[in-house]
């Protein structure tokens, strides 16, 4: 049995269910065929026997991969191939037949697709849709590295948030605003601030704000949000990996709905955006459809009132497990 | 069909793609003869720590090489020696086809240097090979 899968992190974390499924199966071998970031949230999968590394060339699209799919998979009695798994079954990409309709209509036709059951669905088992839960997986090393760094939070309650997204409209612009507001409400909060190298113009300080933005590996932010109290996040793979774990996720959903992407999750606080626009269930590289604000999609911009609401039900659930 | 998939320029993925692959598109060529072991490609100095855990070469142009290995090998920051982490006994390859190399799994500090290098040998056919790197970033 052979998987191949490119794609972000988020849609990492989306396949993260189907290594155990596949033995559980009767797939004595499961290879899977990664890109980078997939490599790194399956890593250490002890579900997948071998995991190659490849990275499609930049620009790469489907048709032109088919002669390297046609060779590796050669030998294996089975290759389920995800390319587009989540691009093309729950999302409207410019030049489809979606991209230009009303939101009505995307609605419609994507507002009802979870994408771990599109993307069981789309390996061949819709019957098991619901039935298997995203797994990550890291080495005792990691555990203890990560746990060593947080022990200066013990007691604290403790907000991971991700400042950045790939795309403009995941980028979580009202960031600071939020942080300040948590930490007036809570004395005992501590803000920590994750994203890449690329983000540290978005990074923000103050008493009581730790950034990690550009220093720790996405991984590693993944597994610091299994011991938060809260983390909030646009539309990110950050949010993705907060799930596994049931940390409540104020995510900030702006093309997706919750349906497609919160259904599974425990402790989900999600937010949906107030623009009339979302979701739009577009995968919108060129904005061209978007209505702006001060240079950014108006889907960015959320009450802060209310996800102040969300923090407070997430103060609230840690004061229960206290 | 889609036209693309979302890329992700957070964390570090964007400053790691680069040295995942050794000049991607861009082949290696094995034809001629090595008196001595050259490098290929450019040398890929790490800016974060990682681990090198698999590598794989995929053969452009197909062919035979009975004598060349590929060398995959770290050299350490400030040191200028090179130690061998991988190999891979070139054979014979179709084009289009990949094959991978024996790795032992190593660490590397941001600053250290991958280097791929050819080993010693004469070979007469050509064999162009595009070498990548599977990398797991380390926790900091």
Redesign the interface.
């Known amino acids: 049995m052979l998987v191949s899968r490119y794609g972000a992190f988020g849609d990492a974390v989306f396949i993260s269910p189907l290594p155990r499924l596949l033995k559980e199966q009767g797939f004595d071998q499961v290879d899977f065929e990664v890109n980078h970031k997939t490599f790194q949230v399956l890593g250490n999968n002890p579900f997948i026997d071998n995991l190659i590394y490849f990275e499609p060339p930049p620009g790469t699209i489907g048709h032109d991969l088919v002669p390297h799919w046609e060779k590796i998979s050669k030998g294996y009695d089975k290759f389920i191939n995800l390319f587009g798994s989540l691009e093309v079954g729950c999302i409207s990409m410019a030049g489809d037949d979606f991209y230009d309709k009303s939101d009505e209509v995307r609605r419609k036709e994507f507002g009802g697709i979870n994408f771990y059951d599109q993307t069981i669905a789309w390996a061949g088992y819709p019957e098991l849709c619901g039935r298997y839960r995203p797994e990550l997986y890291f080495t005792d090393e990691e555990v203890k590295k990560t746990e060593a760094w947080l022990e200066q939070f013990e007691g604290k309650f403790k907000v991971l948030i991700g400042v950045s997204g790939s795309l403009p409209h995941k980028d979580f612009y009202q960031a600071e605003e939020v942080a300040k507001k948590i930490l007036d409400k809570y004395e005992d909060a501590i803000v920590i601030l994750t994203g890449g190298k690329n983000d540290e113009n978005k990074v923000f300080s103050g008493d009581r704000i730790v950034s990690v933005v550009g220093e720790k590996p996405f991984m590693q932010a993944a597994l610091i949000s299994k011991y938060c109290d809260a983390v909030i996040c646009m539309e990110t793979g950050l949010g993705v990996a907060a799930q596994v774990w049931g940390t409540p996720t104020i995510f900030l959903l702006t093309s997706s709905n919750p349906v497609n992407v919160c259904r599974y999750a425990e402790n989900s606080l999600h937010v949906q955006s107030p623009a009339n626009c979302s979701p739009c269930h577009r995968g919108p590289y060129k904005y061209e459809h978007c209505e702006f604000k001060d240079g950014r999609p108006v889907c960015v911009y959320f009450h802060v009132d209310y996800i102040m609401q969300r923090v407070e039900e997430a103060y609230s659930m840690r004061s229960i497990c206290v | ?17 680069p040295t ?2 050794f000049g ?2 861009k082949t290696a060529s094995l034809a001629g003869t090595t008196t001595a072991a050259s490098t290929l490609g450019y040398p890929l100095k790490m800016i ?1 720590p990682v681990r090198v ?2 590598a ?1 070469g995929y053969f452009v142009v197909g062919g035979t090489n009975a004598i060349v290995s590929l060398v995959l090998s770290k050299s350490a920051a400030g040191t200028g020696t090179a130690s061998t982490i991988g190999t891979m006994a070139v054979g014979t390859s179709a084009a ?3 094959k991978a190399f024996t790795v032992t799994e190593t660490s590397l500090s941001a600053g250290d240097t991958l280097l791929l290098q050819r080993a010693l040998g004469t070979h007469a056919d050509v064999t162009d090979v595009m070498v ?9």
């Not at chain 2, 069909?1 to 793609?17: F, K």
Request: charged share 20%.
């Open positions: 069909m889609g036209q693309g998939y979302y890329d992700d320029a957070r964390y570090r993925t964007l400053q790691m793609l995942a692959a991607l598109l974060h855990v698999s794989s289009a086809t990949h990548t790197v599977g990398l797991r970033e380390t926790f900091e």
